[in-house]
């Protein structure tokens, strides 16, 4: 099961802003690891949409961005665009027995 | 230009035991930590395995025992061995590339291939 907690969904009008929050906790963000971001078009593999809180690899628009705080992270998407509908994963590193690599629950953005 | 394709899913039948395969290019196996994701349908990322790049492996709870993480240098593939799998296992299963700096997070990822469990 998931240790990181996110929204089912989130929606806007396109040219909005929207945020998807990521809950984790003390074995987690709380322990300094960093939160990353995945998006998952409809039918296509994951891919990675933000590293390390707040960094964006080449080519990914700079209207996505990420923060994190304490043991909770967000997403924001400015400028909400319709090819921005997909599924968006945070995902983080667990120092707990045997947990490893974690993935949140998963948020589905629709665009209205 | 980095890039990963899996093969080898498919039906099979409970108990079974099916193998996978990545093949990578680009970038050397060897020198990477390489690991597998699953996705069931219509469900999240779920974190499978992850070989390391001086090739220690760690297993999620729910595979521990029954997966085996590989991967063949001299065909530059990732493969990942499944056994006694039952309906629980059906699932997309992607690939990926650790990041080079850290480890613990996935930069580049395979399309997927599929794993259907049933008799």
């Known amino acids: 099961q998931s240790v990181l907690t996110q929204p089912p969904s989130v929606s806007g009008a396109p040219g909005q802003r929207v945020t998807i929050s990521c809950t984790g906790s003390s074995s987690n963000f709380g322990a300094g690891y960093d939160v990353h971001w995945y998006q998952q078009l409809p039918g296509t593999a994951p891919k990675l949409l933000i590293f390390r809180n707040n960094n964006r690899p080449s080519g990914v628009p700079d209207r996505f961005s990420g923060s994190k705080s304490g043991t909770s992270a967000s997403l924001a998407i400015t400028g909400l665009q319709a090819e921005d509908e997909a599924d968006y994963y945070c995902?983080?590193?667990?120092?707990?027995?045997?947990?490893?690599?974690?993935f949140g629950t998963g948020t589905k953005v629709t665009v209205l | 230009e980095v890039q990963l394709a899996e093969s080898g899913g498919g039906l099979v039948q409970p108990g079974g035991s099916l193998r996978l395969s990545c093949a990578a290019s680009g970038f050397s196996v060897i020198n990477s930590y390489m690991t597998w994701v699953r996705q069931a349908p219509g469900k999240g990322l779920e974190w499978v395995a992850v070989?390391?790049?001086?090739?220690?492996?760690d297993y999620a709870d729910s595979v521990k025992g029954r997966f085996i993480i590989s991967r063949e240098s001299s065909k530059n593939t990732l493969d990942l061995q499944m056994n006694s799998l039952g309906a629980e296992d059906t699932a997309v299963y992607y690939c990926a590339r650790n990041d080079l700096w850290s480890g613990y997070y996935f930069e580049q990822w395979g399309q997927g291939t599929l794993v259907i469990v049933s008799s």
């Open positions: 070989i390391y790049s001086g090739g220690n492996t």
């Open positions: 995902q983080s590193y667990d120092g707990s027995l045997n947990a490893f690599y974690v």
